[in-house]
């Protein structure tokens, strides 16, 4: 079984300051995916990224950096000099083959301006 | 090219009624999951229809059903509705094809609010 653990229920941060979001997962799969989403009040999840297991390269897309670590199934998100328009919800989920997205429970993140 | 539609956007019912909600899923997509979001809570997964079958189910009753049609919309069936029902509803979308079927769009979500 699948289990993604996002143990920051809610972080507030002012803005331009940079916050990291925590992701651990659980799984005995070889191969797997981790993603993020993001969840503004709309509701529409907004994907943000894909990795595979077999890809530890940290990324980096803008403001935005991804921290990829099997070594203690963590895929931490970082958003540097933060903005108002990041105040959502973030999720962290796994998914291994064509098997159901198992998400975390969310952290919701609000930017002070 | 239009993403992930779902209909209607809120709806509201009372115990015990049955609720239809639909989804068309992203152009090039033939896979659609359907998940249920429960008030600051993660999606749950409920089921998945690829060619038309459910393919896989998560630890939802049978209340919770299901159907694909031809052109890969679908749609989500909830009977005998409770108040635990109350939630977002989101479907999405995925190609089974290549490398792309790792990849699930979402759409806007179906509000449900069952009184």
């Known amino acids: 079984a699948q289990k993604v653990t996002q143990a920051q229920t809610e972080i507030s941060v002012v803005e331009k300051e940079d916050v990291t979001l925590d992701c651990v997962y659980e799984?005995?799969?070889?191969?797997?995916?981790l993603f993020w989403y993001k969840q503004p009040p709309s509701g529409e999840l907004v994907f943000l990224i894909r990795?595979?297991?077999?890809?530890?390269q940290n990324e980096i897309s803008g403001r935005y950096s991804w921290n990829f670590q099997k070594s203690t199934s963590s895929f931490n998100f970082t958003i540097t000099a933060s903005q108002v328009v990041d105040s959502a919800v973030y999720f962290c989920?796994?998914?291994?083959?064509?098997?159901?997205?198992?998400f975390g429970t969310g952290t919701r993140l609000t930017i002070i301006p | 090219d239009a993403g992930v539609t779902q209909s209607p956007t809120h709806l509201i019912k009372t115990r015990g009624q049955q609720v239809t909600l639909r989804c068309s899923p992203k152009?090039?997509?033939?896979?659609v999951s359907w998940y249920q979001q429960a008030l600051g809570q993660g999606p749950q997964f409920i089921f998945q229809?690829?060619?038309?079958?459910?393919?896989q189910r998560g630890n939802f009753p049978d209340r919770f059903s299901g159907h694909q049609f031809p052109n890969y919309s679908s749609e989500l069936n909830v009977n005998a509705l409770l108040l635990g029902d109350s939630a977002l509803y989101l479907c999405?979308?995925?190609?089974?094809?290549?490398?792309?079927?790792?990849?699930?769009?979402f759409g806007p979500g179906t509000r449900l609010t069952v009184l």
């Open positions: 999405a979308s995925s190609s089974r094809q290549g490398f792309q079927h790792n990849e699930q769009f």
């Open positions: 799984t005995r799969d070889t191969t797997y995916y």
């Open positions: 990795r595979n297991s077999f890809d530890e």
């Open positions: 989920a796994l998914k291994v083959g064509n098997e159901k997205l198992t």
């Open positions: 152009s090039g997509h033939d896979t």
């Open positions: 229809y690829y060619e038309e079958e459910e393919r």
